[in-house]
């Protein structure tokens, strides 16, 4: 049994990828400031097939957190796990498309604490446990969308282009360890946020958020890729 974390978990493409780890057998942690969603999750799980066993909560408002809350996450995670298999780092929010020059200077830095700044504390507090495990992978999840049209995307565009930086960086620090570093840029697939940038949009027409996280699993661990119909976008190894 291996053990993983995954930020922004309790919906969309986090949810995939717990529901898809869990089926296997291995032990999840869910990270999630939504605290309701968390919980409702935890009873789908409950009720289903699935081995409730498996599954951690961890809620945690990344927005909100300061350095003695990662530190103390780091603590409590460590108690549990002695080991990290895996990280997952797919929470991000994401805002209403605006141009720079009117993009309001508090939503700005809270954009890039969440999606760029918390990455940063999870990488710290979490590599030391990944270093435990015989062959660690960190796992960032970023966004074609913001290369192929740049505009409007604002801070959540240049937090995406940070955070591929970021593990870039850690990529090559850590090169001689067993853990190794993963960007996967995906194509659009159906989000809650994409569905409220783009109301005209029908959901059912783009990729599910279960086959992307099928997509990222699979290419994450070598295994085939089962779905081919789909321009799901890339998984660069670093």
């Known amino acids: 049994m291996k053990t993983y974390l995954i930020t922004g978990a309790a919906q969309g493409l986090g949810k995939a990828l717990a529901l898809k ?15 309701k969603r968390l919980n409702a999750f935890y009873d789908e799980i409950e009720q289903s097939p ?9 809620p945690m ?6 350095i003695d809350n990662y530190q103390e996450f780091k603590e409590n995670i460590s108690k549990e796990y002695s080991v990290l298999d895996g990280v997952f780092l797919n929470a991000a929010t994401l805002p209403a498309f605006t141009p720079i020059e009117h993009f309001d200077y508090m939503q700005w830095y809270e954009v890039l604490h969440t999606n760029l700044n918390a ?16 062959e660690g ?7 074609n969308n913001v290369k192929q049209h740049p505009a409007y995307y604002g801070a959540y565009g240049v937090a995406k282009a940070g955070l591929e930086q970021l593990l870039k960086t850690v990529a090559q620090e850590i090169k001689q360890s067993t853990t190794h570093c993963y960007l ?8 809650e946020s994409r569905g409220r940038l783009f109301p005209g ?23 085939p890729i089962m779905t081919t119909t789909a321009d799901f976008g890339t998984i660069e190894k670093l």
Request: no cysteine; hydrophobic share 50%.
């Open 21 to 35: 780890l869990i089926a296997e057998n291995n032990q999840v942690i869910l990270l999630d400031k939504e605290l």
């Open 50 to 58: 699935l081995n409730i066993d498996l599954v951690a909560l961890y």
């Open 61 to 66: 408002d990344l927005l909100g957190a300061n």
């Open 119 to 134: 990455n940063f504390h999870l990488i710290q507090q979490t590599l030391p446990l990944l270093a435990n495990a015989k």
């Open 137 to 143: 992978k960190l796992v960032a999840i970023t966004d």
């Open 184 to 191: 996967a840029n995906l194509e659009t697939f159906a989000t």
């Open 201 to 223: 949009e029908n959901p059912t027409e783009l990729t599910s958020a279960e086959d992307m996280a099928s997509f990222v699993i699979d290419s994450v661990f070598d295994k």
